[in-house]
């Protein structure tokens, strides 16, 4: 292919923290990011439902958070590295890894419906209820459920 060219050294610096030297490509290491990876989010909203979807590919329930203020949901996780990294080299690594934190703010203020919040596939599925108040709630997070 004319013009294809490594284009690993143009990550900027605080996208790679370098991991041991692997010996394979011209710069190796896991992409981390000093702020934080964000995940990708879809909002629909019916009536008075809105169900929120956050991609969260890699990421154990365990290590999921889900709170509601109000009208915003936040969201925190942490996608973990593999765990046995010796002996292996990457060749490509394009995979964020590290914690995450996410704000979504609603059209209004919302409560979290019976099923409250689960993943399945890799997706974070919340489902939540228009209401006049409401107080700060943690929403517990499981997996399977609905699809």
Do not use: H
């Amino acid at each position: 292919m004319a013009g294809w060219r490594d284009r690993s050294d143009d990550f900027p610096d605080d996208l790679v923290m370098p991991i041991a030297p692997l010996g394979v490509g011209r710069r190796a290491g896991i992409l981390f990011r000093a702020s934080g990876w964000q995940p990708t989010v879809d909002v629909l909203v019916t009536g008075d439902r809105v169900w929120v979807r956050m991609e969260v590919a890699g990421v154990a329930e365990s290590d999921l958070e889900v709170r509601l203020r109000g009208n915003v949901v936040e969201v925190r996780g942490t996608r973990r590295p593999p765990e046995d990294l010796s002996g292996k080299g990457f060749y490509r690594a394009e995979i964020f890894y590290g914690a995450f934190e996410r704000r979504i703010t609603l059209p209004w203020r919302a409560r979290p419906v019976d099923e409250g919040a689960c993943v399945r596939y890799g997706i974070l599925d919340l489902w939540l209820q228009r209401c006049d108040g409401g107080e700060p709630a943690d929403v517990p997070v499981r997996g399977g459920g609905r699809a």
